[in-house]
């Protein structure tokens, strides 16, 4: 950034811990960066008090406060009812810049219109966002009609993004994805970014888990939903173990996907290579995909989410499997994997998992750490961000 230049000025809005979401963690992550060289003030939500360890020098504000001048918005959306509260702020006046974590927004449609009794709002901002074929959309669901692709081929990303002024996106698909839809804001690629763990432990990490030395370790983190690929990454544990890979599955996370998840191996017969950890407190976190061998990510369908969890695995220096589809082909090869979207995802993950500790394997190790440490670090991600607020020409 140019020294010269009077400092940007910020007025955060997101999930912030100890609410459970993705997004949470990514805030406290960056927020102590972007202050170093910014005047930050943050939003606090809805019926939310600072965790103890809530740094100092970030200075919390009403959720209904009044913009400075020369201040911007920034707001963070993602697909679900944590930023419910944040939507009024992209009808203020201030100059607002909205943080794209989810390329779908339908769900948040969903929970902002319909699930407060206001059907006739969801289908203005699904004809507004999708023309004549979201308000057929939006009739059809009004008389019992869905389909599960609906919120996917029906995003709603407009709704939501037309008023803002700028807009930031995680990767180069979305970016590309958004200037299109909506050439006349002004879009921005940034980096996603998680807590830099800086030294491993992985001896402890599996101790901690009760993990041995000798099980090939496949890790899963986030909060578990059947869209996570669950029931695939389970069929490919089990074609491992059959296969005699000592594969032992670690989920870490809570979900309504868990309970599905336990009946299925049990059906499977590999309920003993199952581990579930439950939640993990940010700061527990960091280190603990040290523990894995490899890590796994695979949604279907998927919306282009940014996936914070296939970067804990890089920062710790551990290869991800991933999905084969839009923003997970950005990251290499050797460092994400790729898993088939479909039936043959199973197969994939199973070959995978019998080729951990051939020779090679850890040459994947040394490259994951240097993808994270190039592009996803919270120092050079806060840049990114201020150099991208710094050049907008917004009052």
Do not use: K, M, N, Y
């Given at each position: 950034m140019d020294p010269h230049k009077e400092p940007v000025q910020i007025l955060w809005g997101s999930p912030l811990p100890p609410i459970r979401s993705g997004i949470s963690d990514y805030a406290l992550d960056i927020l102590p960066e972007l202050a170093k060289s910014a005047t930050v003030r943050v939003l606090s939500p809805p019926d939310w008090s600072?965790?103890?360890?809530?740094?100092?020098?970030?200075?919390?504000?009403?959720?209904?406060?009044d913009g400075l001048?020369?201040?911007?918005a920034v707001i963070h959306l993602g697909n679900n009812p944590h930023h419910l509260w944040l939507l009024d702020r992209l009808r203020c006046e201030e100059p607002t810049v909205v943080v794209l974590h989810d390329a779908v927004l339908h769900h948040l449609l969903v929970e902002s219109t319909i699930a407060v009794?206001?059907?006739?709002?969801f289908s203005r901002a699904l004809n507004a966002a999708h023309g004549s074929a979201g308000t057929a959309?939006?009739?059809?669901?009004?008389?019992?009609i869905q389909g599960r692709l609906d919120p996917f081929l029906y995003p709603a990303r407009r709704a939501f993004l037309e008023s803002a002024d700028g807009i930031i996106v995680h990767s180069e698909w979305a970016e590309e994805l958004v200037r299109r839809e909506l050439p006349g804001i002004t879009v921005g690629r940034v980096g996603l970014t998680v807590a830099d763990p800086r030294t491993t432990d992985r001896a402890g990490a599996r101790a901690r888990l009760g993990l041995s030395g000798n099980d090939v370790v496949l890790m899963h983190l986030g909060f578990l939903t059947p869209e996570k690929g669950l029931i695939e990454i389970l069929t490919g544990v089990a074609a491992a173990s059959k296969s005699g890979v000592p594969v032992r599955l670690v989920v870490?996370?809570?979900?309504?996907?868990?309970?599905?998840l336990r009946r299925a191996a049990v059906k499977a017969?590999?309920?003993?290579?199952?581990?579930?950890?439950?939640?993990?407190?940010?700061?527990?976190?960091a280190g603990l995909p040290a523990a894995a061998d490899l890590g796994v990510v695979y949604r279907t369908p998927s919306a282009g989410e940014t996936s914070a969890a296939?970067?804990?695995?890089?920062?710790?220096?551990?290869p991800v499997a991933v999905g084969g589809v839009r923003q997970f082909l950005e990251l290499p090869e050797p460092v994400a994997p790729?898993?088939?979207?479909?039936?043959?995802?199973?197969?994939?993950?199973?070959?995978?998992?019998?080729?951990?500790?051939?020779?090679?394997w850890s040459d994947r190790g040394v490259a994951a750490r240097k993808c994270y440490e190039a592009f996803h670090r919270p120092q050079s991600t806060a840049t990114e961000m201020l150099e991208f607020l710094g050049s907008l020409h917004v009052s």
């Open positions: 600072p965790p103890a360890d809530w740094p100092e020098h970030l200075d919390l504000v009403a959720q209904d406060a001048p020369g201040e911007i009794g206001d059907q006739s709002e959309l939006a009739a059809a669901r009004a008389v019992g870490v996370g809570e979900g309504r996907g868990i309970e599905p017969g590999v309920d003993d290579a199952l581990f579930f950890s439950g939640w993990v407190e940010p700061a527990d976190l296939a970067l804990r695995f890089l920062a710790c220096g551990v790729r898993l088939t979207p479909g039936p043959s995802a199973a197969a994939d993950l199973a070959r995978l998992l019998a080729r951990v500790g051939e020779d090679g």
